[in-house]
């Protein structure tokens, strides 16, 4: 309260969340605006820094994530103010943020990244956990050490990553879809990574590359209290995931995981625990019911939008994230979103969809932060061109994995064809064609392909006369298509 009553709370610039989006868009505010206050509030002592940012080809990104203390924002941006406390209210008519601290901070345009929060699959059960930020991977790695079985509950990212890398402990994963990784592959590609769930994984590192800050007095507390941003792909390098039981208990003889498919997404968990002597028992919808030391929700993230709704008019999507317009403006004047909290709500591009990652929060906070510029100086902007082809680089079971546009047929219906091709245990590729034209692709392993096929699918070219060659592993077709 002290700092409320010496320093100026007002500002030109106000960005919440210190994730990715966040810090990227203040970060260009601060650039492009050098005499213009700037403000981050953010909840967590630590920010989220991109660094070793290399542009693969036209819309493919690869960078590495930091956490570094917010100190170092202001030192590379004089103008920049990081004010470490978490937002309680907005006043959007008064152009006013309250924070728990009692601070008052006025904006003239506003930038909210507060991101997301796992969704669990029940509210307040200790047995129960959800992983997302540094301190979450934490209690799960101590509470794995002591578990001889575990259930994953989801399909995604995590839950994949999750299932391959743990050791010494029983997992048993429920998913409700026909295929593991339904976010991101279908039945072939998940066929094709099944295999690797039993082989050995590659020697990790031993130290820990994820470097946590030691932050005095306050700031310490305030860490395990309030939410911290979202961790990335690398979260459990350094973590190890070893559960308690040294041998592994084998429920089916050819997998490390009790695959468990079930027909609907309702679950219920059990606690306290009828007969017998697990922690926790979940009841799946395929009527059976398993007893384990602890459940992981890892079913995606809820937006966190509560501490601006209240006396405000923001338009809520479906997935309950703040809607954003072409210029990821909300409903609200002067009120701008970016990252996991928001939904894009514009015509998108017939090759391009929101998906929560890494890659579309520093994407999001980089465009809202030009779009709040181009307003403050009444200029026109254009819908930047990552918005026209959706393109992900990530690892999954240690392979690389390059999807691109419409990947999985996504909106297309029967109106698509799909041609693949797999080496077991080598690549996998499969092209998704929609009337002759490439709309969409998934690429395992090494395949060198996906500058060829960005262009295909960037260029739109009917491809129908060379269908049969596009696969063709004896065809160099970057030579063929220049
Ligand atoms: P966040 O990173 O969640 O940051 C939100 C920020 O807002 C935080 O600093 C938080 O402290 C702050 N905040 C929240 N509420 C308030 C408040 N009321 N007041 C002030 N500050 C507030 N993506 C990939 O691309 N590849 C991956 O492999 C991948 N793996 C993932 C693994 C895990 C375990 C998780 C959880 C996510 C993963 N993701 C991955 C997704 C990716 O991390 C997110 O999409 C991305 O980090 C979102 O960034 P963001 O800036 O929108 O939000």
Redesign the pocket.
């Given at each position: 309260k002290g700092m409320a009553a010496n320093t100026k709370n007002s500002f030109k610039f106000v960005v919440?969340?210190?994730?990715?989006?966040?810090?990227?868009c203040s970060e260009q505010l601060a650039s492009q605006f050098p005499s213009a206050d700037v403000a981050l509030?953010?909840?967590?002592p630590?920010?989220?820094a991109v660094c070793n940012f290399k542009q693969v080809s036209k819309t493919l990104e690869e960078f590495d994530?930091e956490e570094k203390p917010s100190t170092v924002l202001e030192e590379k941006y004089p103008n920049l103010r990081v004010i470490q406390?978490?937002?309680?209210a907005l006043h959007a008519q008064q152009h006013t943020l309250l924070?728990?601290d009692g601070l008052k901070v006025h904006y003239e345009k506003l930038c909210i990244?507060?991101?997301?929060?796992?969704k669990l699959l029940t509210q307040d059960n200790p047995n129960v956990l959800?992983?997302?930020?540094t301190d979450?991977?934490q209690e799960f790695q101590k509470r794995l050490s002591q578990a001889k079985r575990i259930v994953v509950v989801g399909n995604g990212?995590?839950a994949l990553?999750l299932v391959y890398e743990v050791e010494g402990c029983e997992v048993v994963w429920a998913v409700k879809d026909n295929a593991i990784g339904n976010t991101f592959f279908d039945v072939g590609a998940a066929q094709f990574l099944i295999p690797t769930l039993n082989t050995d994984k590659p020697e990790r590192a031993a130290t820990c590359k994820r470097v946590r800050y030691t932050i005095d007095g306050l700031g310490q507390c305030r860490a395990f209290e309030?939410?911290?941003?979202?961790?990335?792909?690398?979260?459990?390098e350094g973590i190890r995931l070893r559960g308690a039981e040294e041998v592994q208990v084998l429920m089916s003889p050819c997998f490390p995981t009790t695959f468990c498919q079930c027909s609907k997404a309702s679950f219920s968990v059990q606690f306290p625990a009828p007969v017998g002597s697990w922690p926790v028992y979940v009841e799946l919808t395929n009527g059976k019911t398993f007893g384990c030391d602890f459940i992981v929700s890892?079913t995606g993230?809820v937006p966190?939008t509560?501490?601006?709704l209240h006396g405000n008019n923001f338009e809520l999507a479906e997935d309950s994230g703040l809607r954003v317009d072409d210029h990821m403006k909300t409903s609200e004047p002067d009120v701008y979103s970016?990252?996991?909290?928001?939904t894009a709500s514009w015509e998108a591009s017939h090759l391009w969809q929101q998906?929560?990652?890494?890659?579309?929060?520093?994407q999001?906070?980089w465009y809202a932060g030009r779009c709040m510029a181009a307003d403050v100086l009444n200029e026109t902007i254009e819908l930047d061109f990552c918005f026209e082809l959706f393109s992900?680089i990530?690892?999954f079971f240690n392979y690389k994995v390059v999807l691109l546009g419409k990947f999985n047929g996504q909106g297309l219906g029967l109106n698509q064809e799909l041609l693949v091709r797999c080496s077991k245990g080598l690549e996998y590729v499969k092209v998704v064609l929609s009337g002759g034209r490439m709309v969409g692709a998934v690429l395992i392993g090494e395949t060198d392909l996906e500058e060829t096929f960005e262009n295909l699918i960037l260029n739109q070219m009917d491809l129908t006369p060379y269908r049969d060659e596009l696969l063709n592993p004896n065809i160099d077709i970057e030579d063929y298509f220049d």
């Amino acid at each position: 309260k002290g700092m409320a009553a010496n320093t100026k709370n007002s500002f030109k610039f106000v960005v919440v969340g210190g994730g990715i989006a966040g810090v990227t868009c203040s970060e260009q505010l601060a650039s492009q605006f050098p005499s213009a206050d700037v403000a981050l509030v953010t909840a967590a002592p630590l920010i989220k820094a991109v660094c070793n940012f290399k542009q693969v080809s036209k819309t493919l990104e690869e960078f590495d994530v930091e956490e570094k203390p917010s100190t170092v924002l202001e030192e590379k941006y004089p103008n920049l103010r990081v004010i470490q406390s978490a937002v309680e209210a907005l006043h959007a008519q008064q152009h006013t943020l309250l924070t728990v601290d009692g601070l008052k901070v006025h904006y003239e345009k506003l930038c909210i990244c507060s991101g997301g929060r796992p969704k669990l699959l029940t509210q307040d059960n200790p047995n129960v956990l959800g992983i997302r930020d540094t301190d979450s991977a934490q209690e799960f790695q101590k509470r794995l050490s002591q578990a001889k079985r575990i259930v994953v509950v989801g399909n995604g990212g995590i839950a994949l990553e999750l299932v391959y890398e743990v050791e010494g402990c029983e997992v048993v994963w429920a998913v409700k879809d026909n295929a593991i990784g339904n976010t991101f592959f279908d039945v072939g590609a998940a066929q094709f990574l099944i295999p690797t769930l039993n082989t050995d994984k590659p020697e990790r590192a031993a130290t820990c590359k994820r470097v946590r800050y030691t932050i005095d007095g306050l700031g310490q507390c305030r860490a395990f209290e309030e939410p911290g941003s979202a961790l990335g792909p690398d979260w459990h390098e350094g973590i190890r995931l070893r559960g308690a039981e040294e041998v592994q208990v084998l429920m089916s003889p050819c997998f490390p995981t009790t695959f468990c498919q079930c027909s609907k997404a309702s679950f219920s968990v059990q606690f306290p625990a009828p007969v017998g002597s697990w922690p926790v028992y979940v009841e799946l919808t395929n009527g059976k019911t398993f007893g384990c030391d602890f459940i992981v929700s890892a079913t995606g993230v809820v937006p966190n939008t509560e501490p601006f709704l209240h006396g405000n008019n923001f338009e809520l999507a479906e997935d309950s994230g703040l809607r954003v317009d072409d210029h990821m403006k909300t409903s609200e004047p002067d009120v701008y979103s970016a990252g996991d909290v928001c939904t894009a709500s514009w015509e998108a591009s017939h090759l391009w969809q929101q998906m929560r990652l890494w890659t579309q929060a520093r994407q999001m906070g980089w465009y809202a932060g030009r779009c709040m510029a181009a307003d403050v100086l009444n200029e026109t902007i254009e819908l930047d061109f990552c918005f026209e082809l959706f393109s992900h680089i990530t690892k999954f079971f240690n392979y690389k994995v390059v999807l691109l546009g419409k990947f999985n047929g996504q909106g297309l219906g029967l109106n698509q064809e799909l041609l693949v091709r797999c080496s077991k245990g080598l690549e996998y590729v499969k092209v998704v064609l929609s009337g002759g034209r490439m709309v969409g692709a998934v690429l395992i392993g090494e395949t060198d392909l996906e500058e060829t096929f960005e262009n295909l699918i960037l260029n739109q070219m009917d491809l129908t006369p060379y269908r049969d060659e596009l696969l063709n592993p004896n065809i160099d077709i970057e030579d063929y298509f220049d």
